[in-house]
């Protein structure tokens, strides 16, 4: 079945570093490909998505593109703040949207 | 736009007793809501896709006399954890969706704790 496998966490970075977080995907069919961040406490913010092949999604100086060579769509931001500390799941749903499928998430903690 | 809010946003209950947590669709019509369960430092599992009008699809493993869903009207689905236990101590977030779109909007979830 369907899958999403993210890079284990913790990530620790100092504010202003690069971030990467890696997310690779197993899908039959043309899935959407999606990141989302909790922040302590809180439900899932949708942070950026992608729908096709190629395609670009970007929010918030994060970016992640939607390779279906590789079957990837990894998270970057090129200078973390310590306000993006929190959990960032990496999911991919079907064209409809019925079925949404996460990854384990990772852990950003962003020092100052 | 598209704001799902829940509430309570926590909840602590005695061991026997029963909680109802709510879901709700502030500014569009959810043809779709989803409940999903979330364990300390784990990902999201699915517990049950309801459609307005209809009973709940429950994922397996999922007890559904353990865990009603009802979703009686376009804005509202409601989680009731019947009978609960310690082990049902959990952080619970509700989803939603429209029929057109391509993604759910999720809820800020409840922490349940029962004692």
């Known amino acids: 079945g369907d899958s999403v496998t993210q890079m284990e966490g913790p990530v620790t970075l100092s504010e202003e570093a690069f971030l990467t977080i890696n997310c690779t995907y197993t899908?039959?069919?043309?899935?959407?490909l999606f990141w989302y961040v909790q922040y302590p406490g809180e439900g899932l913010q949708l942070l950026l998505k992608a729908t096709k092949a190629d395609d670009k999604g970007s929010n918030k100086g994060f970016e992640a593109t939607y390779r279906k060579e590789t079957t990837s769509f990894h998270l970057e931001k090129g200078s973390v703040q310590v306000s993006d500390s929190a959990v960032y799941f990496c999911?991919?749903?079907?064209?409809?949207?019925?079925?949404?499928?996460f990854g384990a998430g990772t852990r950003l903690f962003v020092k100052a | 736009g598209a704001v799902v809010s829940q509430h309570p946003s926590w909840v602590i209950c005695k061991s026997g007793t029963s909680v109802k947590i709510e879901c709700r669709s502030l500014d569009f019509q959810a043809t779709t809501m989803f409940w999903y369960r979330q364990f300390p430092k784990q990902s999201l599992m699915l517990m049950a896709t309801s459609n307005e009008g209809s009973k709940a699809t429950y994922e397996q493993g999922v007890e559904k006399d353990k865990f009603l869903i009802n979703h009686a009207s376009l804005t509202l689905s409601t989680l009731t954890v019947t009978s609960a236990h310690p082990e049902d101590s959990s952080f619970y977030i509700c989803?939603?969706?429209?029929?057109?779109?391509?993604?759910?909007?999720f809820g800020p979830g409840t922490r349940l704790t029962v004692l």
């Open positions: 989803s939603a969706r429209w029929t057109e779109a391509d993604t759910q909007y």
């Open positions: 899908a039959t069919g043309y899935p959407s």
């Open positions: 999911a991919l749903s079907d064209r409809g949207g019925f079925k949404t499928i």
